[in-house]
């Protein structure tokens, strides 16, 4: 029993290899793809945040003082100033092209209008649609502004002969110190690539089950690939998927080292934790492959159903809008997602480095993920055996 | 009429009736196959309402922080209040210490911590300077920002108070001490995208993508069919193109033009009023700019589907690069600071000027003046795409003839 068990396992483990060889599309969805997107994402988020986006000064005043915040706004780190424009009507348009994503405003008379105690107003607009470079621009905009306002302050309180202790208690009260849990700095690139990589990853494992054994039904070699087992289903599914269990735990594996070691992004835990739960990540996908080809043993459906549920899963994660504030029916729906409870883990170890068994729950569920298959087991045996079902 | 004309006539007559059934004989494949009705038209109806149902809330409420009050003060106690009375943080939970604190955050009870010192009160009426600490959860990137705006805010606001109240003790007082706490005014606009919403910020961009992906993915399939249904693995069946490349082509995508032009104006016109997101753009500039943007991703599609040897392959294939395309399109990490290598790269694909463009006439209310580059960059990728997909074409069709005239060939034994 075991022996054949053994054997079956073996032959279809070689068959499955061959045929892996025989046909690039196996290679580029595996390795070709996942090592495109590391390239790309890990070039693309080099930088951990945006640094020196252009922003233009609108400077109608031409007094020293507005040269004073010119040269402020220079020194920040993630604006650079690259145009000095005459109006405001020039600077919006230049916004409208996008080739800045903010401007200050200053207008004529401010710096009199300080000494005349006219309390001016200094404007500063930045661009929201681009909400990452708007956001960022922002608050280093607010900040220069404040400090030009402490600026001022500091002047005339020092003019009114106070003590420099005193004066510092009457600038700023409450100071405020801002620290981000896990994260030393907020790093664009962690909040994303932990997300997005894994997320590739299980789609293309979606896709890649789906493909490996529809295509069995398609070109009707699926009685081949049963027969070769004796008709068991399990040895016939086990030594199918086995390499690519392998291929894709390497490359996750690879993308755990990448993101971890080679950029350093926050890992709080043993990088161990993150590998277990990529390989858990690789063989929950996997589970839900068998399920979309075992509903509809017709290979054009399983792909769709793979990559429709593949997609999403990135969405679901919710990384970039949390769940929690998503409307209530998503919040229920994105438990059926492997990469939600990837995501958990990510957070609950490598994020956070808490105890583990904060994080027991969405192992159990990863792991549930595995028992999706047995409710296609003997439908997809009998399309198998029987290939009853049209190739189209 | 001279015999010249009539015979131009004649070909003009011949022209359009073969487009025409090109155009048909392509509308009845699509409907007819199960697959290229889900990609085609399932897919652009159902992404987009997904998306905006579940970005609905575009922006995060109420997020639930614990606030550790050592001071236990009528100042810190007025700072929590306000905190709580903002739109964007609510205190949840309130604890003496850290560690409790911790505990609720790790159990996600919380996402942030506001920590306010034991000494609190006691500098504030010493005159000197305090400090409140806070902790934010970032595993999203949205806690980060709104439960540090919301405490900056009202830190803010209560500093202004404390050195009115600070400048009195000192014998300022009146105008002169307003002025002195704010001697100078600043506001702060944000454009284009009011209260930062995320919906507003990422549906716009991955509409363009689903219009193109989808698209893509369709004509991939519907050539993938045809190559494996057909004989010789052939795009076009023989007997439709009778050797004229030009008449295959242009009724085919007239077909998928009319399709998406439907499409458009639901994803582009209709949702975004549906789900409230920005839509001040001119609606003839928008009609103008998206034309060649269809047209180049029709060509651009045909072209690359020519490659493709079955009719699942484009979707194993390419479904992950609309993730690349919608990061490389610029909407998030701003295109400025994207690095020259994949900024090039990036023009490859109709997506990238599609998304800047729509941007900028849908949410930024520029004209067609505005995006010119864009819309030129366009009409050249659509000029482009129609040659490359002229030449694969011509030489699909060549590969065949030469089979078909093979196998004329009496067999010499």
């Known amino acids: ?392 | 009429m001279t015999l010249k004309q009539k015979r131009k006539q004649r070909t003009i007559i011949s022209l359009l009736n073969d487009i025409l059934a090109v155009m048909w004989a392509e509308f009845r494949t699509m409907f007819k196959d199960r697959g290229v009705v889900i990609m085609l038209v399932l897919a652009p109806l159902v992404y987009p309402v997904l998306y905006g149902l579940i970005y609905k809330n575009e922006t995060l409420t109420k997020v639930p922080v614990a606030a550790v009050d050592c001071s236990e003060s009528q100042t810190s106690r007025e700072l929590l209040r306000h905190l709580d009375a903002t739109q964007s943080v609510q205190i949840a939970y309130r604890f003496n210490s850290l560690e409790e604190a911790k505990k609720a955050f790790n159990n996600k009870l919380v996402h942030g911590v506001v920590y306010i010192p034991a000494d609190f009160a006691k500098k504030l009426n010493y005159g000197d300077q305090t400090t409140v600490s806070i902790y934010c959860d970032i595993s999203s990137f949205m806690y980060y920002r709104i439960i540090n705006q919301a405490c900056t805010n009202c830190i803010l606001d209560m500093n202004k108070r404390i050195q009115l109240d600070r400048l009195n003790a000192n014998g300022i007082a009146g105008e002169e001490a307003e002025i002195i706490a704010n001697p100078v005014q600043y506001s702060g606009t944000a454009l284009y995208n009011e209260g930062a919403g995320f919906a507003s910020f990422l549906l716009p961009a991955l509409l363009i993508i689903i219009l193109q992906q989808t698209l893509f993915l369709g004509i991939g399939m519907i050539t993938g069919t045809s190559r494996e249904e057909n004989r010789f693995h052939e795009l076009v069946s023989t007997t439709v193109h009778r050797g004229k490349i030009l008449r295959v082509i242009i009724g085919k995508s007239v077909c998928y033009f009319a399709l998406y032009g439907v499409w458009s104006f639901f994803m582009l016109g209709v949702i975004p009023h549906v789900f409230d997101l920005p839509h001040i753009g001119i609606t003839a500039d928008l009609i103008l700019f998206i034309i060649p943007f269809l047209l180049s991703v029709i060509f651009f599609s045909m072209t690359v589907s020519v490659f493709l040897p079955n009719r699942e392959t484009g979707m194993v294939l390419f479904l992950s690069f609309s993730l690349v395309l919608l990061f490389i399109s610029g909407f998030s990490w701003p295109p400025s600071n994207i690095h020259w290598f994949w900024k090039t790269f990036a023009w490859i694909f109709p997506s990238t000027s599609g998304v800047q463009g729509y941007l900028k006439i849908n949410t930024m209310a520029g004209t067609l003046r505005t995006v010119s580059q864009e819309y030129i960059s366009l009409w050249i990728q659509t000029g482009l795409y129609f040659m490359t997909t002229f030449i694969t074409y011509r030489w699909q069709i060549k590969r065949i003839s030469n089979k078909l005239a093979l196998e004329s060939e009496p067999v010499l034994s």
């Not at chain 1, 004073?68 to 348009?93: G, P, Y």
């Open chain 1, 1 to 392: 029993m075991l022996k054949n068990l053994v054997t079956g396992l073996k032959t279809t483990l070689n068959r499955e290899i061959k045929r892996m060889l025989s046909r690039p599309i196996y290679f580029i969805c595996t390795v070709l793809t996942m090592s495109f997107c590391y390239v790309f994402f890990l070039t693309f988020f080099n930088e951990g945040q945006p640094n020196k986006m252009p922003i233009a000064v609108v400077d109608m005043d031409h007094s020293s003082l507005s040269r004073q915040i010119t040269r402020n706004l220079e020194a920040t780190q993630q604006a650079e100033i690259i145009m000095h424009l005459n109006s405001h009507k020039e600077a919006r348009e230049e916004l409208q092209r996008g080739n800045i994503y903010g401007f200050m405003e200053i207008k004529r008379g401010f710096s009199k209008e300080i000494i005349s105690n006219r309390r001016p107003m200094l404007n500063f607009y930045v661009n929201d649609a681009y909400l990452i470079a708007g956001s960022l621009l922002n608050k280093d905009l607010m900040y220069m502004s404040a400090a030009t306002s402490i600026g001022v302050q500091q002047k005339i309180l020092r003019a009114k002969g106070m003590e420099e202790n005193r004066i510092m208690g009457i600038l700023q009260p409450i100071a405020i110190d801002t620290h981000l849990i896990g994260n030393a700095w907020a790093n664009y690139g962690t909040y994303l690539l932990n997300v997005i990589l894994p997320g590739i990853l299980q789609l293309m494992v979606m896709l890649i089950t789906v493909f490996a054994i529809g295509v069995e039904f398609k070109e009707r070699t699926a009685h081949d690939w049963i027969g070769s087992t004796g008709n068991k289903m399990f040895p016939a599914l086990t030594g199918k998927l086995l390499p690519y269990t392998i291929v894709f735990t390497t490359l996750g594996i690879i993308g755990n080292l990448l993101l971890y070691s080679y950029m350093r992004y926050p890992l709080n835990t043993s990088i161990g934790w993150m590998f277990v739960s990529t390989f858990l990540l690789v063989v929950a996908s996997q589970s839900l492959g068998i399920l979309f080809i075992g509903i509809t043993p017709v290979l054009r459906d399983g792909v769709t159903i793979a990559g429709f549920f593949g997609m999403l899963g990135v969405s679901f994660a919710g990384s970039a809008f949390p769940i929690e504030q998503m409307p209530y029916p998503t919040r229920i729906f994105s438990d059926l997602f492997p990469m939600r409870h990837y995501f958990n883990i990510y957070v609950n170890q490598a994020l956070n480095g808490m105890n583990v068994r904060y994080s027991l729950i969405s192992i159990l569920a990863l792991v549930s993920f595995s028992i999706l298959p047995f409710f296609v087991y003997n439908r997809l045996r009998n399309a198998a055996i029987r290939q009853n079902y049209p190739v189209k």
